[in-house]
C-alpha cells in the first residue's frame, strides 16, 4: 500500500514537472511576450546593439544592417533599468502590446541629473513562429 | 492628530501676527534677461509618440513662494489641469506630463508641498502621484470667441489631450522666516528631504484661505523654470525653450502681506488677464530703444512683450532628416475674448505670409528676372494656422506626430522661411515717462513664440524661432 502511495506521488511529480517543462518550451504567448521585451531592453541597457537588433522585425533586418538600427537610438539619456509589467494579446497570433516601466538619468539644462521612470508602450509582431518588436 | 490640529489652528492665526510690509516698486513686464521671472510659458507639451514632458521650478530665493502651474489645451488654451506648489526656500520642484489612457496626466514624485495635496493624487505607488488631465469641463465648447474655429477642431483633439502648452506663475512670496511654527513657510520647509506638513497647508487653502493669503505678498521675480521633451525609448531629449517673464504681477507701490495673486488650485488664476500693471517693456534692437508703454488690457501689454512683425528660421527635410516649427500664440485666447477690440488678432485664424528660401538663395515670393508689362506679381504663399498652439510641418512629414499641424508645402527639400502676419491689427499703448511720455508706441505684428525642433536618426534638437520686432512712437 506504501509503496503504491509513493509511486501514485512519485508519478504527480513527475507529471506537474513535465506540465511545467511543457510550458517551459511552448510557453504562452504572454509569458514570451514579457520574457522577450525584457530581454531586448537588456541588451539595450548594456548597449548590446547586436543582441537588441535581433528582436527586429525580420523584413526590418533585411533591409538594415545593425549600424542603422544603432542610429535609431541617440545618446541624451541613460536607461538604468527595465522592467516588463504586462503583455496583451491583441489579436491571436499576430498582434500584442507590453507594458514596461523604463527608469532612466538625463541631465537638464541646468546641469543636474534627474532619475526618472516611465511607463512604455510597445508593438509586438508575430511571423514566422515568433514575436518582434513593430516599433 | 494633535500636532495637526494645532498646525490647522496657527494657519488660521497667522493672519494676526504683525508682519510688516514690503516695499516694492510697480514695474513693467518684460522678457527677463536672466532667466528668471514671475511668469513663465512652456510654450509646448507633447505625449503624441510616447514621450514624457519634464517641467523643473528652481526657487533661486530665500522666500518661500506659492506657485500655480496650469496646462492648457492647444487648440484653444482651455484649461486642463491646474494645482499650486508650495516651494520653501531654494527649493527645487520637478514633475512630467506622460501619456494615460485618456490622454496625458502630470506625475510627480517630488516631496514639496502641492494643493491640493498628494493624498488627492492618484498614487502611482514608488512616492510617484499622478492627476489626470481634464478632457469633461468644457467638452466641446471652445473659448469663448473661437467659435470659428470650428471648423478647424475635430472632435478627437479635445476629448484626448495630447498636446498643448503650460504656464507657471509665482502668486506671492513669503519672507515668514520657516522657523515661525505653524506659518505656510515653516509648514512647507524641508526637515530630513519631507516637508513638515502638506496636509495643513492644503487644510489651509480650504479652511483657512484668508490667512494663507494674509502670509504671502506680491510676486518677485525668483522662479526659474525648465522643460525637456524626452523620447525615453529612443533615449532622445530636446531642451523646450521657455519664456522667463519679469515683473508680471506686481500689484503697485507698497504692496505687502496680504496683496497677491494667491488663489485656490481650483481657480484659472493668475493668468494673462491678472498681468499688472498693464504695461510693458520692450527692448527693439531695430533702433536699440526701450519701449515702456501703458494698455488697455493686461491681456494687450503681455501680448506686446512677445510681439513681432515676423519670425523666421530654419528646415531641413533631406534625406532622414524632418522639421517641424511651434508657432504659439500665447494671448490670443484672452485678447480675442475682449470686446470689441481684438487687437492685434482680427480673426481667430491666424494668416501668415510665407517668404521661403532655399540654400541657394532661391526665394518663392520675387522674380530675379526681366518681366514683360502687364507684370503680374506671384502671389504671396499664406497658409491659416487656426488653434493657439500650432504645429508648421515641412514637406508633409510630422516628426512631432502633431494633430495641431499645419504644411508649410514650401517647395524647398531643406532652406529657411520667415513668417509674417498680414491681417496683425497693430496695437497702441501710451509711452511711460521720459521725453516721450504721453505719445502714443504702436506695435506691430502677432504675439508669437515657440521653436523649430528638427530631427535626424536617433539625435533631436531645438532652438527659439527667431523673432523682428517693429515698434514706433509719436
Known amino acids: 500500500m506504501n509503496i503504491l502511495r509513493q509511486w501514485f506521488i512519485i508519478t504527480l511529480l513527475q507529471m506537474q514537472l513535465l506540465g511545467c517543462a511543457m510550458v517551459g518550451i511552448g510557453g504562452n504567448d504572454v509569458e514570451i511576450l514579457k520574457e522577450r521585451a525584457q530581454a531586448r531592453w537588456e541588451a539595450l541597457i548594456k548597449k548590446d546593439w547586436d543582441a537588441a537588433y535581433q528582436y527586429e522585425l525580420p523584413a526590418y533586418r533585411q533591409t538594415h544592417d545593425v549600424n542603422q538600427f544603432r542610429s535609431k537610438f541617440g545618446s541624451k539619456l541613460q536607461w538604468k533599468h527595465i522592467e516588463a509589467k504586462n503583455a496583451v494579446i491583441v489579436q491571436e497570433n499576430k498582434t500584442a502590446d507590453v507594458k514596461l516601466n523604463l527608469a532612466y538619468q538625463i541631465l537638464l539644462s541646468d546641469g543636474v541629473p534627474m532619475d526618472n521612470e516611465v511607463e512604455i508602450n510597445e508593438r509586438w509582431v508575430k511571423q514566422e513562429g515568433d514575436w518582434w518588436i513593430a516599433n | 492628530m494633535e500636532k495637526m490640529k494645532k498646525n490647522k489652528l496657527a494657519i488660521a492665526l497667522t493672519a494676526t501676527l504683525g508682519l510688516g510690509a514690503f516695499a516694492s516698486t510697480a514695474q513693467a513686464i518684460n522678457i527677463s534677461n536672466e532667466g528668471v521671472g514671475e511668469y513663465a510659458y512652456i510654450p509646448y507639451f507633447s505625449?503624441?509618440?510616447?514621450?514624457?514632458?519634464?517641467?523643473?521650478?528652481?526657487?533661486?530665493?530665500?522666500?518661500?513662494?506659492?506657485?500655480?502651474?496650469?496646462?492648457?489645451?492647444?487648440?484653444?488654451?482651455?484649461?486642463?489641469?491646474?494645482?499650486?506648489?508650495?516651494?520653501?526656500?531654494?527649493?527645487?520642484?520637478?514633475?512630467?506630463?506622460?501619456?494615460?489612457?485618456?490622454?496625458?496626466?502630470?506625475?510627480?514624485?517630488?516631496?514639496?508641498?502641492?494643493?491640493?495635496?498628494?493624498?488627492?493624487?492618484?498614487?502611482?505607488?514608488?512616492?510617484?502621484?499622478?492627476?489626470?488631465?481634464?478632457?469633461?469641463?468644457?467638452?466641446?465648447?471652445?473659448?469663448?470667441?473661437?467659435?470659428?474655429?470650428?471648423?478647424?477642431?475635430?472632435?478627437?483633439?479635445?476629448?484626448?489631450?495630447?498636446?498643448?502648452?503650460?504656464?507657471?506663475?509665482?502668486?506671492?512670496?513669503?519672507?515668514?522666516?520657516?522657523?515661525?511654527?505653524?506659518?505656510?513657510?515653516?509648514?512647507?520647509?524641508?526637515?530630513?528631504?519631507?516637508?513638515?506638513?502638506?496636509?495643513?497647508?492644503?487644510?489651509?487653502?480650504?479652511?483657512?484661505?484668508?490667512?494663507?493669503?494674509?502670509?504671502?505678498?506680491?510676486?518677485?521675480?525668483?522662479?526659474?523654470?525648465?522643460?525637456?521633451?524626452?523620447?525615453?525609448?529612443?533615449?532622445?531629449?530636446?531642451?523646450?525653450?521657455?519664456?522667463?517673464?519679469?515683473?508680471?504681477?506686481?500689484?503697485?507701490?507698497?504692496?505687502?502681506?496680504?496683496?497677491?495673486?494667491?488663489?485656490?488650485?481650483?481657480?484659472?488664476?493668475?493668468?494673462?488677464?491678472?498681468?499688472?500693471?498693464?504695461?510693458?517693456?520692450?527692448?527693439?534692437?531695430?533702433?536699440?530703444?526701450?519701449?515702456?508703454?501703458?494698455?488697455?488690457?493686461?491681456?494687450?501689454?503681455?501680448?506686446?512683450?512677445?510681439?513681432?512683425?515676423?519670425?523666421?528660421?530654419?528646415?531641413?527635410?533631406?534625406?532622414?532628416?524632418?522639421?517641424?516649427?511651434?508657432?504659439?500664440?500665447?494671448?490670443?485666447?484672452?485678447?480675442?475674448?475682449?470686446?470689441p477690440a481684438v487687437q492685434p488678432f482680427s480673426d481667430s485664424i491666424v494668416q501668415i505670409s510665407q517668404a521661403l528660401t532655399d540654400e541657394e538663395e532661391a526665394v518663392t515670393v520675387t522674380s530675379n528676372k526681366t518681366e514683360f508689362s502687364p507684370f503680374v506679381a506671384p502671389v504671396v504663399p499664406r497658409l491659416a494656422l487656426p488653434f493657439e498652439v500650432n504645429v508648421i510641418t515641412f514637406s508633409k512629414l510630422n516628426p512631432l506626430s502633431s494633430a495641431l499641424n499645419t504644411d508649410a508645402a514650401q517647395g524647398y527639400a531643406k532652406g529657411w522661411q520667415q513668417l509674417g502676419f498680414p491681417t496683425a491689427v497693430a496695437v497702441t499703448g501710451t509711452v511711460n515717462g521720459g521725453t516721450s511720455g504721453g505719445a502714443t508706441a504702436t506695435y506691430t505684428g502677432m504675439p508669437v513664440i515657440g521653436f523649430e525642433y528638427n530631427e535626424d536618426t536617433g539625435i533631436a534638437a531645438s532652438t527659439a524661432l527667431r523673432y523682428g520686432k517693429n515698434i514706433s512712437a509719436k
Not at chain 2, 260 to 270: G, R, T, W
Open chain 2, 47 to 339: 505625449v503624441t509618440k510616447g514621450q514624457s514632458e519634464v517641467i523643473k521650478l528652481i526657487n533661486t530665493s530665500n522666500l518661500t513662494v506659492a506657485v500655480k502651474v496650469t496646462f492648457r489645451r492647444g487648440t484653444d488654451s482651455q484649461e486642463v489641469r491646474d494645482f499650486n506648489v508650495i516651494m520653501s526656500p531654494r527649493d527645487v520642484w520637478s514633475g512630467q506630463i506622460v501619456p494615460s489612457a485618456t490622454g496625458a496626466k502630470f506625475v510627480t514624485s517630488d516631496t514639496t508641498c502641492t494643493v491640493p495635496d498628494k493624498n488627492q493624487w492618484v498614487n502611482e505607488g514608488k512616492g510617484a502621484y499622478s492627476v489626470e488631465f481634464d478632457t469633461t469641463r468644457f467638452g466641446n465648447n471652445v473659448s469663448l470667441r473661437s467659435e470659428n474655429v470650428l471648423t478647424g477642431f475635430n472632435s478627437q483633439l479635445i476629448s484626448k489631450i495630447q498636446e498643448g502648452y503650460v504656464t507657471v506663475a509665482v502668486m506671492g512670496v513669503s519672507s515668514i522666516s520657516t522657523d515661525a511654527v505653524n506659518t505656510v513657510p515653516y509648514l512647507a520647509k524641508h526637515v530630513n528631504g519631507v516637508p513638515r506638513s502638506c496636509s495643513s497647508i492644503d487644510w489651509g487653502f480650504a479652511n483657512a484661505f484668508a490667512s494663507v493669503k494674509s502670509q504671502f505678498s506680491q510676486a518677485e521675480n525668483v522662479l526659474s523654470v525648465q522643460s525637456s521633451l524626452i523620447d525615453p525609448a529612443r533615449a532622445s531629449a530636446i531642451e523646450i525653450p521657455v519664456s522667463n517673464l519679469a515683473n508680471a504681477f506686481n500689484d503697485g507701490q507698497g504692496a505687502g502681506f496680504g496683496i497677491n495673486n494667491i488663489s485656490l488650485s481650483s481657480v484659472d488664476s493668475p493668468n494673462a488677464s491678472n498681468v499688472s500693471p498693464a504695461a510693458s517693456d520692450v527692448f527693439s534692437d531695430r533702433d536699440a530703444k526701450l519701449y515702456s508703454a501703458t494698455f488697455d488690457a493686461p491681456a494687450r501689454a503681455l501680448s506686446t512683450v512677445f510681439q513681432s512683425e515676423s519670425i523666421f528660421g530654419a528646415f531641413d527635410t533631406t534625406g532622414t532628416a524632418q522639421s517641424s516649427w511651434v508657432v504659439n500664440f500665447p494671448t490670443k485666447k484672452w485678447l480675442m475674448d475682449l470686446k
